[in-house]
């Protein structure tokens, strides 16, 4: 059983949506929990709150050997195929929404990385909006963005802004 208190979660019960991290995509446009299965199998047993299941986050994004498969699944006609692996999976589980944290699209200098480009970013912004209109009623669907300029100039978030539910704004990159 996944424990909270180990994780600082003793009250979980207090709290609305927790997102569990982090999903990631295979080759073939599925949802892989390989990596958090257990966890992810003893969080869609609990009650009480919204779960909400992350994909991507930083290595994911980042990492030489899989930030391509981001850029890649949201092209088309790639993006329909995982659009329709997401929706089945959170059928499959129940889940109350999806949150994607791709960091981040049309990056201009990641070290290790070719840079991204604005088409990356527009093709993330078609991803949301078609999955916004593919998911159950009621299922929300949400971002992690950064919260400084230099990164956030790349998102069409004005866009994004319109078919997410809320946007979680990461404080860290502010600081380092």
Not at 19 to 32: E, G
Not at 80 to 97: C, E, H, M, P
Request: one cysteine or more; aromatic letters at 16%.
């Amino acid at each position: 059983m996944l424990k909270y208190e180990s994780h600082g979660f003793r009250h979980y019960r207090i709290h609305t949506h927790i997102h569990l991290a982090f999903a990631t995509i295979t080759l073939d446009w599925n949802v892989d929990i390989t990596s958090i299965e257990d966890q992810f199998l003893a969080f869609v047993q609990m009650t009480g709150f919204k779960k909400i299941l992350s994909f991507g986050g930083w290595t994911f994004s980042t990492d030489p050997s899989t930030y391509f498969i981001f850029r890649q699944v949201v092209e088309e006609p790639n993006r329909d195929t995982f659009i329709a692996n997401v929706v089945a999976f959170v059928k499959k589980y129940n889940l109350d929404g999806v949150d994607f944290d791709w960091e981040y699209p049309a990056e201009p200098d990641m070290e290790g990385i070719p840079h991204g480009t604005a088409e990356d970013a527009s093709n993330y912004y078609l991803f949301l909006s078609e999955l916004r209109n593919s998911l159950p009623d009621g299922t929300s669907l949400s971002i992690a963005a950064p919260a400084g300029f230099w990164y956030l100039k790349g998102f069409p978030i004005q866009a994004i802004g319109h078919v997410v539910d809320y946007i979680i704004f990461m404080t860290c990159v502010l600081h380092g």
